[in-house]
């Protein structure tokens, strides 16, 4: 065979290769599941805590992920045919890639659940990141902490006396009037005055900004300035709790990011390292040729 025809690779085997490393991979882990549920008992007679548990079933993880992928990666060199060392090693190695894309992809859409391990919560490590930073600077209603909303509601309700002299006027003026009357005392605009708000509440918050937020509540609530100032210092501690308590959630789940990020690192070098080691062990021997006498 000319050189310039030489086929040193063979996606055929790369792609049978990963298949076989999926479907093992699945083999193990459901083998896993049927132990762990097996060693569970309901009345608590000698049965693992969940820490336990926990651990067993993440070293059961890894355990499957690399015998799935050596298997995989023996079968690809295999058949690829090559005896050459370097051919060998990188079918295993392309096969390794090639399954853990396939993995990926599952993850994101939607199907986690079903192979879940380290991947699977770092996806949702990522999510509570994106949560919890999102609290730390809310620019709409949707995005307060927890419990905030009702205390942001009462910073702009109205006065009695406001809600007295519109009804008032509301009797005075017809139906029409009252209809008018009743929207001006009706639910404050919370949505619109949220960033004012949390622009003047912030730590580095400049005179303007304190000020605007203090002319919103006064022009939300029908309230003089003095009062919108001691209601929006009232409300100040309520926020600084809330944001003091969204950061340290925001530094778990950063905490919690990296740990998954560098387990995910190993997990990916160690299948990395099986993948070769699998190639090398299953690229064919070179025959020797014997010479008739």
């Known amino acids: 065979m000319a ?21 093992v991979q699945i083999m193990l882990a459901l083998l896993g599941v049927g132990i762990g549920t ?30 799935a992928t050596f298997v995989g990666a023996l079968a690809a060199a295999r058949l690829a045919g090559s005896p050459e060392k370097a051919d060998g ?7 390794w890639a090639t399954s853990t894309l396939v993995i990926v992809y599952l993850l994101t859409s939607g199907v ?30 949707s995005a307060l902490p927890d419990g905030l909303e009702a205390d942001a509601r009462a910073l702009l309700q109205r006065g009695e006396q406001q809600v007295d002299q519109a009804a008032d006027a509301a009797q005075q003026q017809g139906q029409q009037a009252a209809n ?17 708000i949390v622009a003047g509440l912030a730590e580095g918050a400049t005179p303007e900004q304190r000020q605007a937020a ?19 210092t009232q409300f ?22 990296s740990t ?12 990395l390292i099986v993948a070769a080691v699998g190639g090398l062990v299953g690229r064919p021997r070179p025959r020797i040729a014997t010479v008739a006498v």
């Open 3 to 23: 050189q310039g025809t030489l086929r040193r690779i063979s996606w055929g085997a790369i792609f049978a290769g990963a298949i076989l490393t999926l479907v």
């Open 38 to 67: 097996a060693t569970l008992d309901p009345a608590g007679n000698g049965s693992p805590d969940l820490s336990t548990l926990g651990s067993a079933s993440g070293l059961w993880t890894m355990g499957t992920v690399l015998i």
């Open 89 to 95: 090693l990188l079918h295993g190695i392309i096969t």
């Open 112 to 141: 986690s659940a079903v192979i879940g391990g380290t991947f699977g919560a770092l996806g949702a490590s990522v999510s509570s990141l994106t949560q919890a930073a999102g609290n730390l600077g809310p620019q709409s209603l």
């Open 180 to 196: 008018t009357a009743r929207q001006a005392t009706g639910e404050p605009d919370l949505a619109k005055a949220v960033p004012e």
């Open 214 to 232: 203090v002319t919103v509540i006064s022009q939300q609530a029908g309230i003089s300035q003095q009062e919108a100032e001691q209601r929006l």
């Open 236 to 257: 100040q501690a309520t926020y600084n709790e809330a944001v003091e308590k969204a950061k340290v959630a925001a530094d778990q789940a950063a905490e919690t990011v």
């Open 260 to 271: 998954a990020s560098f387990a995910s690192f190993v997990a990916l070098l160690l299948g």
